[in-house]
C-alpha cells in the first residue's frame, strides 16, 4: 500500500486518510476520492491530500474484514457488514461465549494489519450482545496475510455461542439450628432469580438438616426425579473433602471432582456429579446476587459448556473479583454490554402513484407485485422488524406483506409522504433507528443495508446514513432515534431526506456498488428499466 501526501492532479481513485473539509462540508476519512471530490477539494483551496492506494496484492479493508468474520464464527452469532474494516460479531442467543484462544492469537501475530478482539472466553452473554471484533488497521491487508489467517481457521471456526439449555434445577438448603429463616428464604429467591434469568427453572426446594445421611437422601431424590443441576447450599461452609456436603455426594453414589477454586469471591466451590447429573457444592457467597465464582461455573453447566478440575483452576487469572465495585449484579441488570442497535424498516407503501396512473406497487415484477419484490428483499437483510405503513389499496397491498412484518395504516396518506412517515416512525418507538424504505424499490440488495446498519453508531455521530451510487444520493437511509422527533414534523410531500442539510455533522454517506439504491417505478418507463436490469 502507498500513504502519504497525494497531490489532488492525481488523487482520483486515492482513498482519503483523513477527514478534510470543503465549501459543501466534510469528506471523512475512508473516502475514495472521485472526479467531483477533487474539484470540490480544489475550489475549497487544496492542493494536496494525504490519501493511500491499494497495490496489486493489497486485499480492500472491508473485504478482508469481512472474509475473517464470516470464517471465525458459527450459526450461534452473526457477523456484521464491515464498516471502515471493522467487522463486529453479535450473539444470536444467551448462553457462553467460547473461544480458541491459541488460533485467535496465532492470527494475531501474523501481522499488525489484521486484528480480532473478543470478550473474555467463557463470558456470559445476551443475545445481539458484541462478542467479538475483526478490524483491519490500515486500508488493507496484504493478501498473503489474509491467506494465512483464513488458513489457520481452516474451515473450522474460532468462537461459538453455547446456547443456555432450559434446565429443571433442584436446590437443597441444609440447617442448623442457629440457622434462620429469613437466610433460608433469600437464599432461594437469589438462587431463583439466577437460574431464571439464565432460562432455567428452579424445579425443587428442599431443606433438610446439615447432615450427611440428610444430604445424600436429598441429592439422590434430586437426582432420581431427573433435576439438573443439583445445587447444594450449606448452612456451613465447606472446608474439606471429608465434609458434610462432599461426603453426602459420595454416598449418594457420585463423586468430588474438585473442592475450592482461585475465585475470590467463591473460593469454597464444591464441583461435583452423580451418575451424568453436575452437583455444586454453592459457596455462601452466593446468597448475593452479585457475581462470583459459583457463577462462572453455573454458567458454563447451564450451556453445555464442560467444565473440569483443570478449568477451575484455570480461573484464578482474573479471578480476583472482590475488589472490583463497579460489577453489576445479575439482579441490578446493569451492564456494560454493546448491543447491536435494534432497526426497523419502515416501508413506505401508501403513496397515489400519480405519476404511474396505476397503482405501482401492484405491478407486475417478475411474476410477483413489486411491493412484494420489495419485502423479500428486507426480509434477508438484517433488520429486526419490518413495518409497512399502507394507504391507497391497502387491503390489496396488504395481501402481499408476509405475516412476519406489521403492517400500520396512514389514513392521510393522499396528503403527500410526510404523513407516511410519521405513522412509520410512531410504530417504530422502540427500536435503535429506523431504515425509511421506498416500496417501489426491489433491486436494494440486502448486503447494502447491512452496510448501512454497520455504519450506524452514535457514539461516533454517525446516526444518519445513507447510500450513494457513483456519487448520486440514494435510498434507503437510516435514521437513529434521536431524529425521530424532527421525522414526526414533516408535512405534506417533504420527505426525510430534506432534513439532512441541518444535520450534516450527523450524517456519512456510504458508497455502494448497487444500482438498486437509485432505481426506483415511479413512471412506466423506469419501471421497464427496473424489470430489464434484472434479466
Known sequence: MIFGKTSLSDAVGAILAHGTKHAGGMFKKGRVLSAEDVAALQAAGHTHVIAARLAADDVPEDEAARRIALAICDGGARAQEPFTGRANLHALEAGVVVFDEARIRAINHLHESLTIATL???????????VATVKVIPFAVPRPVLEKALAIIGGKPLLRVSPFRVQHAALILTRLPQTKESILTKSELVMRERLEAMGATLA?????HHAQDDVAKAVAAARAAGHSPILVMGASAIVDRGDVIPAAVTEAGGEVLHLGMPVDPGNLLMLGQVQDTPVIGVPSCARSPKVNGFDWVLERVLADVPVSPTDIMDMGAGGLLAEIPSR?????????????????????????????GANKLLADFHGQPLIAATLAKLESAGVDEVVVVLGRDAEEVKHHVPATMRTVLNPDFAKGIAGSIRVGVAAAVESDAV????????????????????AFNPTEHRTIVAPTYHGQFGNPVLWGREHFPKLQTLEGDRGARSLIGDLKSEAVEIAVDDLGVIADADTPEALAEMRAAVR
Do not use: H, K, Y
Request: charged letters at 15%; proline letters at 12%; one cysteine or more.
Open 328 to 356: 453489576p449484579s445479575p439482579r441490578e441488570g446493569a451492564s456494560p454490554a454493546i448491543l447491536a442497535p435494534r432497526v426497523t424498516a419502515v416501508v413506505l407503501a401508501a403513496g397515489l402513484s400519480s405519476r404511474m
Open 435 to 454: 431504515l425509511i424504505v421506498l416500496g417501489d424499490m426491489p433491486l436494494v440488495e440486502p448486503a447494502t443495508v447491512g452496510r448501512l446498519i454497520a
Open 120 to 130: 473474555p472466553n467463557f463470558a456470559r452473554v445476551s443475545p445481539r450482545q458484541m
Open 204 to 208: 425443587s426446594v428442599v431443606i433438610c
